[in-house]
């Protein structure tokens, strides 16, 4: 069993690398969408929303997220653009999102890259 460690660990910091950095939206696209009307959504705490955000973002804490589906809105075929700082939580989120039927959940990833 000893021998397989490396190997295990091996595997999940791949598994992990590749849920951090693939699937995560074109930031031009996800740009586009927002500019067409989706809904653009900053997951992250109340004190980074406060120090900046996007323009237009709707502020709910990931933590939150769950109880407050309403300030996402019904409409779950509208798209949405989620981020966060650094990737991680709008990850959570957008599979969240998409375990509550919400069909068009686009995940930005750390706020940084939204083009300028």
Do not use: N
């Amino acid at each position: 069993m000893s021998s397989m460690l490396p190997w295990i660990f091996g595997f999940l910091l791949a598994f992990l690398l590749f849920r951090r950095f693939v699937g995560k939206a074109d930031p031009a696209a996800a740009r586009q969408l927002v500019a067409e009307g989706a809904l653009l959504l900053d997951v992250r705490s109340g004190g980074e929303f406060a120090s900046g955000h996007l323009p237009g973002a709707v502020h709910v804490p990931l933590a939150e997220l769950s109880g407050r589906l309403r300030d996402v809105g019904s409409d779950k075929a509208r798209p949405i653009v989620v981020y966060c700082a650094s990737g991680i939580r709008s990850a959570t989120a957008a599979s969240q999102l998409r375990g509550a039927g919400y069909g068009a959940v686009h995940d930005l990833g750390a706020m940084s890259r939204w083009p300028s």
